[in-house]
Nanobody, 124 residues
Framework: QVQLVESGAGLVQAGGSLRLSCAAS????????MGWFRQAPGKEREFVAT????????NYADSVKGRFTISRDNAKNTMYLQMNSLKPEDTAVYYC?????????????????WGQGTQVTVSS
């Protein structure tokens, strides 16, 4: 089993920045790929970013490429999402997730463990 806890929720104006954190416990954090997803009201959960177990490989949704940066600190069992140049359309509940594989994936159904989510609201 693995437990994931997100933090860093907030309300920010368009153009601002936030950093989300995801603290993991319960299994060998460094062995598995992880990802960030988000879900806006009335919409399906969508992929945001994913990172390899070492942190050397990443992949981003086109909508956040160049604005968001995913990273991880395996010594601290923590993953991060630095969000810059935020837009109102980035407003959503953000979830971190872990999968039982070292391979990157953009498909939420391929992730086994999920955090409870953290709200990000961007005002115009």
């Amino acid at each position: 089993q693995v437990q994931l806890v997100e933090s860093g929720a907030g309300l920010v104006q368009a153009g601002g920045s936030l950093r989300l954190s995801c603290a993991a416990s319960g299994r060998t954090f460094r062995s598995y790929a992880m990802g960030w997803f988000r879900q806006a009201p009335g919409k399906e959960r969508e992929f945001v970013a994913t990172i390899s177990r070492s942190g050397g490989g990443t992949n981003y949704a086109d909508s956040v490429k160049g604005r968001f940066t995913i990273s991880r600190d395996n010594a601290k069992n923590t993953m991060y999402l630095q969000m810059n140049s935020l837009k109102p359309e980035d407003t959503a509940v953000y979830y971190c997730a872990s999968r039982s594989s070292s391979w990157l994936s953009t498909n939420p159904s391929e992730y086994n463990y999920w955090g409870q989510g953290t709200q990000v609201t961007v005002s115009s």
